[in-house]
T-cell receptor, first 115, second 115 residues
Framework: DAMVIQNPRYQVTQFGKPVTLSCSQT?????MYWYQQKSSQAPKLLFH???????NEADTPDNFQSRRPNTSFCFLDIRSPGLGDAAMYLC??????????????FGPGTRLTVL | GQNIDQPTEMTATEGAIVQINCTYQ??????LFWYQQHAGEAPTFLSY????GLEEKGRFSSFLSRSKGYSYLLLKELQMKDSASYLC????????????????FGAGTRLAVHP
């Protein structure tokens, strides 16, 4: 089945210790997104890739970086996690824009705990 | 600014009908999505509206009025498994490279279905 996979599902890190979350997709979608979702809040878009082109949201802290080495994989790097970065991180993909309703397909998420 | 409003919580009885409302104010509009999100899981796509009117999909229907900035999700014949958060999301053409499918999410409505 075509899908979006995130690893790990649960990640624990220490305050200030860099952490990387990974996302892979078998949908061959051009666009990949990273969202941060805190408890009972809306998913907040951090950035997205359209193919290799990186698009950062204006209010995304510099502490968050991303890499997309190929179509299938995308990584979220948190350089120095703070307690406020504890959240669910959702990866999503979509097909090229403006064609049909091209919904976003979400992975299961990685729940990050910062100690 | 961008603003999407939904009720925080709703309760309903198994077998009943429930309507979840969403109002939005966004700088652009290119469709409205409803997603279902069970606790600790990824959002899953339910429905999409881009033109005014009602879209029906089994037990779920979604309505849109663009002039009023208003949508609702109607769930019929409620089942216990429908207990989840329901997220309203507006698609805005976010610019960036080639344009892309940027979703602005509401905080979600937590629905509790009881026997």
């Amino acid at each position: 089945d075509a899908m979006v996979i995130q690893n790990p599902r649960y990640q624990v890190t220490q305050f200030g210790k860099p952490v990387t979350l990974s996302c892979s997709q078998t949908l061959n979608h051009n666009v990949m997104y990273w969202y941060q979702q805190k408890s009972s809040q809306a998913p907040k878009l951090l950035f997205h890739y359209y193919d290799k082109d990186f698009n950062n949201e204006a209010d995304t802290p510099d502490n968050f970086q991303s890499r997309r080495p190929n179509t299938s994989f995308c990584f979220l790097d948190i350089r120095s996690p703070g307690l406020g970065d504890a959240a669910m991180y959702l990866c999503a993909t979509s097909s090229p824009p403006l064609s049909s309703y091209n919904e976003q397909f979400f992975g299961p998420g990685t729940r990050l705990t910062v100690l | 600014g961008q603003n999407i409003d939904q009720p925080t919580e709703m309760t309903a009885t198994e077998g009943a009908i429930v309507q979840i409302n969403c109002t939005y104010q966004t700088s652009g509009f290119n469709g409205l999505f409803w997603y279902q999100q069970h606790a600790g899981e990824a959002p899953t796509f339910l429905s999409y509206n881009v033109l005014d009117g009602l879209e029906e999909k089994g037990r779920f229907s979604s309505f849109l009025s663009r002039s009023k900035g208003y949508s609702y999700l109607l769930l019929k014949e409620l089942q216990m498994k429908d207990s989840a958060s329901y997220l309203c999301a507006v698609r805005d053409l976010g610019g960036g490279s080639g344009g892309y499918n940027k979703l602005i999410f509401g905080a979600g409505t937590r629905l509790a279905v009881h026997p």
